[in-house]
């Protein structure tokens, strides 16, 4: 399993927004950020979806080489879930610098 705490450099960076780049890849992470560590099983993603079996394999082994999601075995089947430290290095990479490193400036008034 992919772990990574702080902040991300750029090649880390350019895989997780390459992964996210795609509607599919985007909306399955969305999904298993919103189900939280709970996750899914493939078939619930293949249902929620309605993607062929071997086109949620292909996106879900994208994201999961991109750190953006790991999978656990439990029995015959894995369960996926997103890898929320590696979400927040992403986002930390991304604002790292914003407004020139006055966070304040960054939301407005």
């Not at 709970?38 to 082994?61: D, R, V």
């Not at 991109?66 to 992403?90: D, H, K, T, W």
């Amino acid at each position: 399993m992919f772990h990574y705490a702080g902040i991300m450099d750029i090649k880390q960076a350019v895989p997780a927004l390459g992964a996210l780049a795609h509607a599919s890849r985007l909306a399955i992470f969305r999904h298993l950020v919103e189900l939280g560590p709970e996750g899914a099983f493939p078939g619930e993603l293949i249902e929620k979806f309605e993607l062929p079996a071997a086109t949620l394999s292909f996106h879900l082994k994208n994201l999961a080489h991109a750190g953006l999601i790991e999978g656990e075995q439990q029995g015959r089947y894995i369960r996926y879930r997103a890898n929320f430290q590696q979400m927040q290095g992403l986002v930390d990479y991304l604002t790292q610098h914003c407004c020139g490193g006055d966070r304040s400036k960054c939301f407005g008034k």
